[in-house]
C-alpha cells in the first residue's frame, strides 16, 4: 500500500534492521525509510522519509535455505528518536537483546506490519497491524518443515493457527518484553503460507547476528585529542608516537585502551584454563563470551622504515559454520586484515601474523584488534608480541606452539 513492500526497525539514528530478502536486489535509489508513521493513507503529520546511503546484506544470506536473512541499512541523514506531541507520532529506537536471552521458547512475542491480512488473497491494511504468537523449539519447528530451521532461525506462531506474520510483513520486527524492556529478538523472514497450523513463522534471530551488527554501528573510535595552545607561525611536527606495552608484559593500563561490551579485561595473565600460555607473563584475550565485542587500540606511527605490523594470535571457537564470529586487525577503525572465528580455522597454537602498513609509513594512527561473537556459539582471539618490523610474511606456526588440544575452548 503507498509504496510499502516490507517492514523494519530504526536500531541507531542513521541505522535500520531488516531482512535480506527485501533488498538484496536493490540500489539505494530504489527504496526510502519511512518512520513516525502508522496510517499510510492518511499520513501522520511530521513523519520523515529518508533516502539510503548504503544497502549491507549479511554476508551469509542463502536464497535457497533462506538462513542469515538479515541486512542493514544506513541512512543518508540520521532520524532522531521523538516524544509523541499533539498529532506528531513518536519515534523510538528498537532494542536489541543481549547475546544470553537464549531459546525463548515458551515465550510470547509481538510482531508488527501492514502485510496481508488474508493469507492467499490481496488484503494489505493502510493502519499498521500487531499479533501476538508464541516462540517454539527449533527442533518443534525443524520438525513442521520437514528440516532446514537453523540456529540463525526462530519460529513462532499459536497452536491452532490464525495469527502470524505474512506477505508484507517481511523485514519487520518480532519483539519481546524482557523485564521492563522491549527488545526485538527477530525480524520476519519467511513461512509456508502464512496462520497455517502447522507452519509457524519464521524469524531471523537477532541475538545471532549483534556482532556483524555492532561491527557496522558501533565502529572503533579513534582515541581523542586534546589541542593545547601554540605560537602562531612556528609549524610543529609531532613526535613519533612509538608501539607502547605491544608484548603486554607492562599489564593493563599501559598503551593499550581497552574496551569490553561486557566489562572483561582483555590484557590477562590467564587464559582460564584454555591450554595455552602468553608468550610471555602477559597477553590479550578477545571474546570468549557470548555477544561479546572486544577493542583493544592505541594511537602509534607508524615506523617508516618498518612499516610491517607483525603479531603472535591463536584462534579456538565453537562455531561449526564461519561467518558468525571475526577477529580484525584495524587502521582508523578500517578492517586491514580479518579472521573468521570458527572450528576449521583452529590454529592449534600460537600463529605469526603480519600486515603491511607501507601506506600508513611515517603517519600517527588508531592501530586496533577486534573481535566480535555472535550470542550462540563462543569463540576466543587470543593475541601476543605486537610489534613493527621490515619483513612480511605469510602467517605461519611460531616456533614453539602451546598446548592447545581442542578447537572448542573455554568461555572466560
Keep these: 500500500y503507498q509504496g510499502q513492500f516490507c517492514g523494519g526497525s530504526i536500531i541507531a539514528r542513521t541505522w535500520v534492521l531488516t531482512a535480506a530478502h527485501c533488498v538484496e536486489d536493490s540500489t539505494i535509489s530504489d527504496l526510502d525509510v519511512v518512520a513516525g508513521i502508522h496510517d499510510l493513507k492518511v499520513p501522520d503529520p511530521n513523519y520523515r522519509r529518508v533516502a539510503l546511503a548504503e544497502i549491507i546484506v549479511h554476508p551469509g544470506w542463502n536464497t535457497d535455505t533462506n538462513d542469515n536473512d538479515i541486512a542493514l541499512l544506513r541512512l543518508k541523514t540520521p532520524i532522531d528518536e521523538r516524544a509523541a506531541s499533539g498529532s506528531t507520532l513518536p519515534i523510538k529506537f528498537a532494542k536489541l537483546p543481549p547475546g544470553s536471552i537464549g531459546s525463548l521458547a515458551g515465550v510470547t512475542t509481538t510482531v508488527t506490519g501492514w502485510g496481508n491480512r488474508t493469507p492467499g488473497g490481496n488484503n494489505f491494511p493502510a493502519r499498521l497491524h500487531e499479533v501476538e504468537v508464541g516462540v517454539i523449539t527449533n527442533a518443534e519447528c ?40 522491549w527488545q526485538q529478538v527477530g525480524v520476519v523472514s519467511f513461512g509456508i503460507g502464512c496462520a497455517r497450523p502447522e507452519y509457524p513463522g519464521v524469524y531471523a534471530r537477532v541475538s545471532r547476528y549483534l556482532g556483524w551488527i555492532a561491527s557496522y554501528t558501533n565502529p572503533v573510535v579513534a582515541t581523542k585529542f586534546a589541542y593545547l595552545p601554540m605560537i602562531v607561525n612556528v609549524p610543529y611536527v609531532p613526535p613519533p608516537s612509538p608501539l607502547v ?19 572483561y579485561d582483555l590484557i590477562v595473565d590467564n587464559f582460564n584454563n584454555n591450554n595455552l600460555d602468553p608468550r610471555g607473563n602477559w597477553a590479550a584475550w578477545l571474546g570468549g563470551v557470548l555477544g561479546e565485542v572486544s577493542i583493544l587500540s592505541q594511537q602509534v606511527t607508524v615506523p617508516a622504515g ?65 573481535a566480535e561473537t555472535d550470542g550462540l556459539n563462543n569463540s576466543n582471539f587470543f593475541l601476543d608480541d605486537v610489534a613493527f618490523g621490515a ?10 606452539l602451546g598446548e592447545f588440544p581442542g578447537a572448542e575452548m573455554k568461555s572466560r
Aim: charge should be negative; proline fraction near 4%.
Design 245 to 263: 606495552n605491544g608484548n603486554f608484559e607492562q599489564g593493563p593500563g599501559k598503551g593499550w585502551m581497552e574496551s569490553s561490551s561486557q566489562g
Design 391 to 400: 619483513s612480511l610474511s605469510a602467517d605461519e606456526p611460531a616456533d614453539s
Design 306 to 370: 618498518s612499516p610491517v605490523l607483525s603479531y603472535y594470535y591463536a584462534i579456538g571457537s565453537a562455531e561449526d559454520d564461519c561467518g558468525y564470529d571475526f577477529a580484525y586487525v584495524l587502521v582508523n577503525g578500517s578492517a586491514v586484515k580479518q579472521y573468521n572465528l570458527c572450528k576449521s580455522n583452529f590454529t592449534n597454537g600460537w600463529v605469526r601474523g603480519t600486515v603491511n602498513l607501507s601506506a600508513y609509513a611515517g603517519k600517527s594512527v588508531t592501530l586496533g584488534f577486534r
Design 142 to 181: 525443524n520438525s513442521d518443515y520437514g528440516g532446514g530451521i537453523t540456529e540463525n532461525m526462530l519460529c513462532a506462531g499459536v497452536p491452532g493457527g490464525g495469527k502470524d506474520s505474512c506477505q508484507g510483513d517481511s523485514g519487520g520486527p518480532l519483539v519481546y518484553k524482557n523485564g521492563s524492556q
